[in-house]
């Protein structure tokens, strides 16, 4: 209770596995170098806090299994699911003393992707559900759903994109 999570990363998505659900199927995968875990300074071994005072744990993660399916692609606006699965490390135990280093993580969501140019974008994700937990590695498995929009610029690599 009580925990926040900020992240900030680079994904990469390539059009892999053609069309599915009238939708281009694309591989996802996602770097996040710099993460920041607000959570209380004390938490029972079930991750309950007891007290009010809170700490900023600093971690990193990647996922490296992922896709998305885009809609109405090379037009204007293209509205996308996206499901992503990796790890978050973080330097100590974190959402309770008998949690783990590391954790499973798992992020769902759906947004809009509209042009600016032919090569640069803005990535708008409308709703996301952001999960990682130690999926019982360690006797107890305290977890954190974050439910969350984000913002990003992308920019179309490899060869000159049509408009």
Sequence with gaps: YGSKLYTTGVEYDRHSWGRLLWARADYVAEVLPVILLSEPAKLDSYGNP???QKQIVPGVGFSPIGIRFLWFDKRRFEPY????????????????PDGSYGD?????????QARLTPRIGLHLGLFNDFHFSDAF???????????????????QLGHRPTQ
């Design 50 to 52: 007891l007290t009010k």
């Design 81 to 96: 699911y996206t499901l992503k699965g990796g790890m978050l490390f973080f330097p100590r135990k974190v959402l309770s």
């Design 104 to 112: 499973l993580s798992m992020e769902m969501g759906i947004g809009l």
């Design 137 to 155: 590695i360690v006797q107890r498995n305290p977890g954190l759903d974050v439910m969350n929009s984000n913002l990003g610029l992308t920019y």
